[in-house]
């Protein structure tokens, strides 16, 4: 079985300061692992995804997000934060495969303010 | 990346009327399709995989009988919500894959208001 983790439901940060978002995954088999962005009222757009190959990976927007296997962490990070972050953020896991359904954290809603 | 459409993007309905949701893969052929409850600051809950051309399979607590699914194209999946009432308002939303992709693509969602 698989499951996510997201640390924080809430997180408060200043413009111009560094975004951490914090998820971890508990995943029988390798996992492919995913960032989703939440605007009100809208669908999810993808900011990242691991699926294999380098660790670090880069997303859009100045996201980043670091798969480190032994701490079962993907971690979402964005040096600099500016208003237009402020949205809901989703980590999700699956096994391989895009085929496969998603199994989402409880999300972290990220304010940023002025 | 793949475009998916989902229509409406509102609704609202009377009670104990039926209202269809469609999810549609516009540029690719979507052999597997999600579909997805979110409730108000909560996260997405997944209520059904459908595989073209097969029955759904709906996740544990969902009621088929309640919430049809149909996906009878590669391209179209339709979710209706039989004899709505209030306490189903709420936020759809449908994702598409296929097997090359390593992941699948989220509809716009659907607001759904119950009155």
């Known amino acids: 079985a698989q499951s996510v983790t997201q640390l924080g439901s809430h997180v408060s940060v200043s413009e111009g300061a560094l975004v951490l978002l914090r998820c971890n995954y508990s995943?029988?088999?390798?996992?492919?692992l995913f960032w989703y962005v939440q605007y009100p009222n809208q669908g999810l757009q993808l900011l990242l995804k691991?699926?294999?190959?380098?660790?670090l990976v880069k997303g859009i927007n100045g996201f980043e997000a670091e798969f480190k296997k032994s701490e079962t962490s993907f971690h979402l990070t964005k040096p600099s934060a500016h208003m237009s972050d402020a949205a809901e953020y989703f980590c999700?896991?699956?096994?391989?495969?895009?085929?496969?359904?998603?199994?989402f954290g409880a999300g972290t809603r990220l304010a940023v303010h002025p | 990346g793949a475009v998916v459409s989902q229509h409406p993007s509102r609704v609202i309905c009377k009670s104990g009327t039926s209202v269809k949701i469609e999810c549609r893969s516009l540029d690719f052929q979507a052999t597997t399709m999600f579909w997805y409850r979110q409730f108000p600051k909560k996260s997405l809950m997944l209520m059904a995989t459908?595989?073209?051309?097969?029955?759904?399979?709906?996740e544990q607590g969902v009621e088929k009988d309640k919430f049809l699914i149909n996906h009878a194209s590669l391209t179209l999946s339709t979710l209706t919500v039989t004899s709505a009432h209030p306490e189903d308002s709420s936020f759809y939303i449908c994702s598409a894959s296929d097997w090359v992709n390593t992941e699948a693509f989220f509809g716009q969602g659907t607001r759904l208001t119950v009155v």
């Open positions: 459908s595989n073209e051309g097969s029955k759904a399979t709906y």
């Open positions: 995943s029988s088999v390798p996992p492919y």
């Open positions: 691991y699926t294999t190959g380098a660790t």
């Open positions: 999700a896991v699956t096994p391989s495969g895009g085929y496969n359904k998603l199994i």
